[in-house]
T-cell receptor, first 112, second 116 residues
Framework: QQPVQSPQAVILREGEDAVINCSSSKALYSVHWYRQKHGEAPIFLMILLKGGEQKGHDKISASFNEKKQQSSLYLTASQLSYSGTYFCGTEGPGTSYGKLTFGQGTILTVHP | DADVTQTPRNRITKTGKRIMLECSQTKGHDRMYWYRQDPGLGLRLIYYSFDVKDINKGEISDGYSVSRQAQAKFSLSLESAIPNQTALYFC???????????????FGSGTRLTVV
């Protein structure tokens, strides 16, 4: 079952912040985040492995609440280059280990 | 050169035809995947392989088959193409070696397939 991302779309002006959420109905081992520009391949942003772990990559960071089976991606002081579709990919334990199930995506548009 | 190469980049084929999409990688990863992308549905897993002798069905494998010819090559076939298989197809790899830094999946550039 696919994780659910919210919101489905976000429109920002440069410098504004955004949060994208990813929620799963199943137990999770890890959460990945990817960004895809139109017509291109998804690009890996970061992976979160432990409950409550937060990672950062420039002005993009993420958190993972293992107990709630949720992850959030934080984009601060957005830049034009942040525009694209963001996907979370979830990996479960057991038979789900080693393969990702992706959310439906969140379209982020940053305007000057 | 790209780490994960997919051929062809674009393909138009007729209903009922057999078609093969190819994927090759130079990253030395054991794990390879085929995903399909449709607007609003995200990426859905068709097949995956953890090594040359290991092939597994994903969530939407009906109508597809795969072949892992070598560690570096993983092909996807549509035995008898139908219009609702029109989509963007991505191959991906990942590294599961002990102690390797986790850089997530590396995707190929995709194959845009249209079945008419």
């Amino acid at each position: 079952q696919q994780p659910v991302q919210s919101p489905q779309a976000v429109i920002l002006r440069e410098g504004e912040d955004a949060v994208i959420n990813c929620s799963s109905s199943k137990a999770l081992y890890s959460v990945h985040w990817y960004r895809q520009k139109h017509g291109e391949a998804p690009i890996f942003l970061m992976i979160l492995l432990k409950g409550g772990e937060q990672k950062g990559h420039d002005k993009i960071s993420a958190s993972f609440n293992e107990k709630k089976q949720q992850s959030s991606l934080y984009l601060t002081a957005s830049q034009l280059s942040y525009s694209g579709t963001y996907f979370c990919g979830t990996e479960g334990p057991g038979t789900s280990y080693g393969k990702l199930t992706f959310g439906q995506g969140t379209i982020l548009t940053v305007h000057p | 050169d790209a780490d994960v190469t997919q051929t062809p980049r674009n393909r138009i084929t007729k209903t009922g035809k057999r078609i093969m999409l190819e994927c090759s990688q130079t990253k030395g990863h054991d794990r390879m995947y085929w995903y399909r992308q449709d607007p609003g549905l995200g990426l859905r897993l068709i097949y995956y392989s953890f090594d040359v002798k290991d092939i597994n069905k994903g969530e939407i494998s009906d109508g597809y088959s795969v072949s892992r010819q070598a560690q570096a090559k993983f092909s996807l076939s549509l035995e008898s193409a139908i219009p609702n298989q029109t989509a963007l197809y991505f191959c991906a790899t990942s590294d599961n070696r002990q102690g390797a830094p986790n850089y997530g999946y590396t995707f190929g550039s995709g194959t845009r397939l249209t079945v008419v």
